[in-house]
């Protein structure tokens, strides 16, 4: 009853209180900006360990009329909190289908693969797997297409159950990646249990990786986990060619940052490719 009569006092103080109508505008302008389809997905190149683009990453834009383009750092949060990013990412599955099928019909586009993030509280709906499969057979979207990046704090809620999610999305060809890799509840007991074909190495381990002794440790740990275990390791964030260089020494194969590619349109992600292809 104590903690309870401490959080009431709380809300009627005034500060606090601002943060709440600020959440609850915010919250507001996303419904809205849902409603009237200001959200867009923009595209991140993902390449091989000769530099040829194998797929993207889908990253979520939202186009504020009076803001302008407003990153996904000002607004997940607060969406996974709404309880928004339920029928957000949803959104965000449907449209990256659409975008597959859309390569599916050109040649040089149809072997792509399309990375999409998925937040922990939308894969933690009962009917995430149906809904994911519903996506893909509305579409016509290929499954084997399509990654779901998950992180590592989506075990911290019913385990069992995540990786049953899991294996069903891969038994259908879905892959899923484990996207901030070391950065959050890593646990390596779970980490052998889960159906996954990929790591994804965090960008705070990526930027010092020349200098920083300790970072190129955990870095060349986790590609020598990755190995061993049959995955996949793709480093995010890489800047400079000293850093690919460094990671590919190091036996990373897969690499995804602004040194290959910042988030762009579809259309301009497309047409990379289309340009890459006629010379
Ligand atoms: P993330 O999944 O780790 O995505 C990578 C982030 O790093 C993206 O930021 C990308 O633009 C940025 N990035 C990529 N390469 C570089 C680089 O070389 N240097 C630097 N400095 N940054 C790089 P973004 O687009 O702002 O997204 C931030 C986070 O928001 C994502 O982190 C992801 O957790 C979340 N997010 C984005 N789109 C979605 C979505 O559709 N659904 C959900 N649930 N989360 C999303
Ligand atoms: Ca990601
Ligand atoms: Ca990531
Ligand atoms: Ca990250």
Same mark, same amino acid.
């Given at each position: 009853?104590?903690?309870?009569?401490?959080?009431?006092?709380?809300?009627?103080?005034?500060?606090?209180?601002?943060?709440?109508?600020?959440?609850?505008?915010?919250?507001?302008?996303?419904?809205?900006?849902?409603?009237?389809?200001?959200?867009?997905?923009?595209?991140?190149?993902?390449?091989?360990?000769? =530099?040829? %683009?194998?797929?993207? +990453?889908?990253?979520?834009?939202?186009?504020?009329?009076?803001? =302008?383009?407003?990153?996904?750092?000002?607004?997940?949060?607060?969406?996974?909190?709404?309880?928004?990013?339920?029928?957000?990412?949803?959104?965000?599955? +449907?449209?990256?289908?659409?975008?597959?099928?859309?390569?599916?019909?050109?040649?040089?586009?149809?072997?792509?693969?399309?990375?999409?993030?998925?937040?922990?509280?939308?894969?933690?709906?009962?009917?995430?797997?149906?809904?994911?499969?519903?996506?893909?057979?509305?579409?016509?979207?290929?499954?084997?297409?399509?990654?779901?990046?998950?992180?590592?704090?989506?075990?911290?809620?019913?385990?069992?159950?995540?990786?049953?999610?899991?294996?069903?999305?891969?038994?259908?060809?879905?892959?899923?990646?484990?996207?901030?890799?070391?950065?959050?509840?890593?646990?390596?007991?779970?980490?052998?249990?889960?159906? %996954?074909?990929?790591?994804?190495?965090?960008?705070?381990?990526?930027?010092?990786?020349?200098?920083?002794?300790?970072?190129?440790?955990?870095?060349?740990?986790?590609?020598?986990?990755?190995?061993?275990?049959?995955?996949?390791?793709?480093?995010?964030?890489? +800047?400079?060619? +000293?850093?690919?260089?460094?990671?590919?020494?190091?036996?990373?194969?897969?690499?995804? =940052?602004?040194?290959?590619?910042?988030?762009?349109?579809?259309?301009?992600?497309?047409?990379?490719?289309?340009?890459?292809?006629?010379?």
């Amino acid at each position: 009853a104590k903690a309870n009569g401490r959080n009431t006092m709380c809300f009627f103080d005034p500060a606090m209180q601002a943060v709440v109508s600020a959440r609850a505008a915010l919250d507001g302008d996303l419904r809205l900006a849902l409603a009237q389809r200001h959200f867009e997905l923009h595209y991140q190149p993902q390449v091989d360990a000769e =530099g040829r %683009i194998t797929g993207a +990453e889908a990253l979520l834009r939202w186009q504020h009329p009076q803001r =302008g383009m407003v990153a996904p750092a000002e607004f997940i949060g607060a969406a996974e909190s709404s309880g928004l990013i339920v029928p957000l990412g949803a959104w965000v599955l +449907e449209q990256a289908c659409a975008r597959l099928v859309a390569w599916q019909q050109q040649p040089r586009l149809a072997q792509l693969s399309l990375s999409v993030n998925v937040s922990p509280r939308q894969f933690h709906q009962p009917d995430f797997v149906e809904q994911a499969m519903a996506a893909l057979a509305r579409s016509g979207a290929d499954p084997r297409r399509l990654k779901l990046e998950l992180t590592e704090s989506l075990l911290l809620d019913d385990v069992e159950a995540s990786i049953e999610k899991m294996s069903r999305l891969n038994a259908a060809g879905v892959g899923i990646s484990l996207d901030d890799f070391g950065t959050g509840y890593s646990s390596l007991t779970y980490l052998k249990r889960l159906p %996954i074909y990929q790591l994804k190495i965090d960008r705070s381990f990526v930027r010092d990786i020349v200098t920083s002794p300790a970072d190129a440790a955990i870095t060349r740990t986790i590609l020598t986990l990755a190995d061993s275990m049959g995955l996949s390791a793709m480093a995010e964030g890489v +800047e400079t060619e +000293e850093q690919r260089h460094f990671l590919n020494r190091q036996g990373c194969r897969a690499y995804q =940052g602004y040194l290959f590619g910042k988030p762009v349109t579809a259309q301009q992600f497309e047409q990379q490719l289309l340009d890459v292809a006629s010379m």
